[in-house]
């Protein structure tokens, strides 16, 4: 299989460190450095966890991504984030769809997180020009999207939708955080685990989901696996990137 991902990419920096004390001038919390970890993040998160399952995988992304940081200031002890700073955060420029064949792969997705990289009329585009679309996006959803074949999308997002037609509605798989996913009203749970960090979850589950469904064209099959993806994910800390050896043990502790 071979998927082309499109979208805004950047640098996740985890700044962790020891937080013991407040600062006697300022109620702030005093962060002393242990280790620093640095991934790549949004759409090259989705790329990267795609890659590590095996799949044949291209990215249209910024140019720029890796100027684009968001660093976190993390107390190691509890994983509480203390603060985030992002760099360079309105400099994601536009994309170019002309440059790129479709017809080359199996599948799109967009990991779209409304910075400006890709519009509405954009994503419209890419549809007409291939038959199977996944979409994550952070644009408000509504009938401009029934063109997307799949559209991840969680509670929150789908709150602020003000209009959700019924072909809409047939599209939407909606994450429930700890309660799992669900499509068509079925819902799909998850096992009880501890959750370490949420962060790039959706990512993960993203690329889970398109590189089962792509096997066997099996929705509920994929919804399952993306499931377990993520709940892998919210096991530990920081971004993380799943491999067939973590998804054997996962299987094997069930």
């Known amino acids: 299989m071979k998927i082309l991902v499109i979208g805004e990419s950047c640098k996740d920096i985890w700044k962790y460190g ?27 998160n989705v790329f990267n966890n795609l890659k590590s399952l095996g799949v044949d995988v291209h ?33 994601f420029g536009r994309c170019d769809l002309d440059i790129i064949d479709f017809n080359n792969f199996d ?30 996006t952070k644009k408000e959803i509504g009938k401009w999207a029934e063109c997307v074949n799949y559209i991840k999308i969680n509670n929150y997002e789908l709150s602020k939708a003000r209009e959700v037609t ?3 509605k047939e599209r939407l798989i909606i994450t429930l955080g700890s309660a799992g996913a669900s499509h068509k009203n079925t819902i799909y749970p998850v096992p009880s ?32 696996f993306a499931n377990q993806c993520a709940t892998i994910a919210a096991t530990k800390s920081g971004v993380v990137i799943i491999n067939e050896d973590m998804l054997k043990v996962f299987e094997d502790s069930k």
């Not at 660093?71 to 309105?90: A, P, S, W």
């Open 107 to 136: 599948a799109v997705i967009i990991s779209d997180y409304n910075k400006g990289f890709l519009e509405r009329g954009d994503i419209k585009k890419i549809c007409k020009l291939h038959p199977l679309v996944f979409l994550d």
């Open 18 to 44: 020891r937080v013991e004390r407040l600062d006697p001038a300022a109620p702030a919390p005093v962060h002393c450095p242990l280790e620093v970890k640095v991934n790549d993040g949004m759409a090259a």
């Open 166 to 168: 019924s072909k809409l």
């Open 59 to 91: 990215m249209h992304t910024n140019e720029n991504w890796s100027e684009v940081t968001k660093t976190r200031f993390v107390d190691k002890k509890t994983n509480y984030i203390l603060l985030r700073e992002d760099m360079n955060d309105g400099k």
């Open 193 to 224: 685990v501890e959750i370490k960090d949420l962060s790039g979850c959706g990512d993960t589950f993203l690329a889970g989901l398109a590189t089962s469904y792509l096997k066997d064209r099996n929705v509920e099959k994929a919804i399952k």
